[in-house]
T-cell receptor, first 117, second 110 residues
Framework: DTEVTQTPKHLVMGMTNKKSLKCEQH?????MYWYKQKAKKPPELMFV???????INESVPSRFSPECPNSSLLNLHLHALQPEDSALYLC????????????????FGPGTRLTVT | RKEVEQDPGPFNVPEGATVAFNCTYS??????FFWYRQDCRKEPKLLMS???SGNEDGRFTAQLNRASQYISLLIRDSKLSDSATYLC???????????FGKGTRLHILP
């Protein structure tokens, strides 16, 4: 099973709201990711968690706050977003870093389509 | 030079034809290579990992040329359902990050 689930599928929020995106995987993967994707662009990495610890933050504004409660769950807390933050937010998971013997593919969830009004 | 470069297309190809995409990468330490496909308003889905020896999955063949730092994807007997954006993905060894190309849009014409 290579399923990553995300909720909600769609979210509309005002600039003063606080909301959270949720992601779950049950593949025993040790790395989980948040990406942001705008139309006709590739996914843009935001955060990486490895063994439940934040390992990469791609200089994301503090209005996005990630959280990894356990090895299967990943949240993205949103506060005081701007209209330009409207995008598809994708969660992904992977078994591990690339090594010479085995490529570790990333598996993506269906995404949350976020609109900030 | 960009880390991963792809021809953005669009490639407009008649059904049944063969189409090939290339992708070049700049980091010679890159170790793992993948092709993903992404349908409109959907998530990227893994199409194939690309191995040094090349690999084939049905109508799809992927090749890696480390000396010239490029990977390729060949689609034979193209179907209407192959219409999508194809993303080339490269990852250095020991790194959690993967690098996406900008994607190549493919339209299969009836």
């Amino acid at each position: 099973d290579t399923e990553v689930t995300q909720t909600p599928k769609h979210l509309v929020m005002g600039m003063t709201n606080k909301k959270s995106l949720k992601c779950e995987q049950h593949m025993g993967h040790r790395a989980m990711y948040w990406y942001k994707q705008k139309a006709k662009k590739p996914p843009e990495l935001m955060f990486v968690y490895s063994y439940e610890k934040l390992s990469i933050n791609e200089s994301v504004p503090s209005r996005f706050s990630p959280e990894c409660p356990n090895s299967s769950l990943l949240n993205l807390h949103l506060h005081a977003l701007q209209p330009e933050d409207s995008a598809l937010y994708l969660c992904a998971s992977s078994q591990g870093p690339q090594d010479r013997s085995s490529p570790y593919e990333q598996y993506f969830g269906p995404g949350t389509r976020l609109t900030v009004t | 030079r960009k880390e991963v470069e792809q021809d953005p297309g669009p490639f407009n190809v008649p059904e049944g034809a063969t189409v090939a995409f290339n992708c070049t990468y700049s980091n010679s330490a890159s170790q793992s290579f993948f092709w993903y496909r992404q349908d409109c308003r959907k998530e990227p889905k893994l199409l194939m990992s690309v191995y040094s020896s090349g690999n084939e999955d049905g109508r799809f063949t992927a090749q890696l040329n480390r000396a010239s730092q490029y990977i390729s994807l060949l689609i034979r007997d193209s179907k209407l359902s192959d219409s999508a954006t194809y993303l080339c993905v490269v990852a250095p060894v020991g790194d959690d990050k993967i690098i996406f190309g900008k994607g190549t849009r493919l339209h299969i014409l009836p």
